[in-house]
């Protein structure tokens, strides 16, 4: 049997004139013309007719998290010379921000060896949102694969999708870039909502004992650390730019004082990691980025124009 045609009756037009009116208010009211817009629009809960407490990225106290090797950890190295005190400037970070500062670093890592071991896993697992984590490596990345890979060394190069094979204690194994180790773990740090912060490696002692050379050409690990921190997007703070200038304020008396041991020109003692501490905050600083506004002001004064 055909039914007959449905007839018209004036309820079926709720529907189609509800929606043409709440077109008309929401588009007169500008809700939802931009995803920004529409972002920043209090969600109303239901029976309440109240808006929820704005949501803001202060909400809690963020961490600053320390990755890097021995010019950066606590002690500074463990192969110094015996008796010396040697120091990481990591260790000297929590007197210039306002917030806990942690770090993670160990001495003789490379972000290879770091990665390997499982240490970017644990740090991962140690930070929370809106939290920040500093990555600076580029002292024990350099050497050969074959026929002996010790574990440390990185494929050469700035690309940051390359591989290459190692042999790690006799086992086939793909190696990355220094740019595709640190691209790698930048991009989950991001993924979690983690601030990354990229920085060159520290410089050595710029002086020559012999000459009046002063060497501030920076080497190929600062060029790649600038190039994973452009490629991911974050912010980059030229640790070893910023070393240098101190070093060439300092002079070369000044400078000497900084390293314990005269034919160690990479292990900084307490004074030498403060400087190096100093001049990282610098880098924060002037380069404007978002670590920035929990740089200690008082500790400011300490830091230098
Ligand atoms: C990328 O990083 C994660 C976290 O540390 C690690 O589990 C993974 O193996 C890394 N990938 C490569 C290709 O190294
Ligand atoms: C980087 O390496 C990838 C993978 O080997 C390659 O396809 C690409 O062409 C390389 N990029 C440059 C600029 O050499």
């Given at each position: ?34 995803l920004?817009?529409y ?15 704005p949501l803001?990225?202060e ?34 970070m ?19 060896m ?11 697992s ?74 060159s ?13 002063f ?32 070093m ?58």
């Amino acid at each position: 049997m055909i039914s007959p045609p449905a007839r018209f009756t004036p309820r079926l037009l709720t529907i189609p004139v509800t929606f043409f009116l709440l077109f008309i208010i929401y588009s007169h009211h500008g809700i939802f013309t931009t995803l920004e817009q529409y972002s920043k629009t209090p969600i109303l809960l239901p029976g309440s007719g109240q808006s929820p407490p704005p949501l803001t990225h202060e909400a809690s106290t963020p961490s600053l998290h320390l990755i890097g090797d021995s010019s950066m950890c606590k002690g500074g190295t463990n192969d110094g010379v015996k008796g010396v005190k040697y120091e990481g400037w990591g260790e000297f970070m929590k007197d210039y921000f306002t917030i806990p500062v942690v770090s993670h670093a160990i001495s003789g890592r490379s972000c290879r060896m770091y990665s390997r071991e499982g240490r970017f896993d644990k740090v991962l697992s140690l930070t929370n949102p809106n939290d920040y984590v500093i990555i600076q490596f580029g002292r024990n990345e350099k050497g050969t694969l074959h026929p002996k890979d010790n574990g440390k060394t990185v494929c050469p190069g700035p690309n940051i999708t390359e591989t290459c094979d190692g042999n790690f204690q006799g086992k086939p194994t793909t190696v990355l870039t220094f740019g595709g180790y640190i691209s790698n773990v930048t991009r989950i740090f991001k993924e979690k909502g983690v601030n990354v912060i990229i920085a060159s490696p520290t410089t050595n002692n710029a002086y020559s004992f012999s000459s009046d050379r002063f060497f501030d050409k920076p080497n190929e690990w600062v060029g790649y650390s600038e190039g994973v921190a452009r490629f991911e997007e974050v912010e980059y703070v030229d640790h070893f730019k910023y070393g240098i200038e101190m070093m060439r304020k300092l002079g070369k008396e000044g400078t000497q004082e900084l390293f314990p041991v005269k034919s160690d020109r990479s292990h900084t003692n307490a004074l030498g990691a403060d400087m190096m501490a100093k001049a990282f905050v610098r880098g924060v600083v002037c380069g404007g980025g978002g670590l920035g506004k929990w740089v200690d002001g008082k500790a400011m004064e300490r830091v230098g124009g």
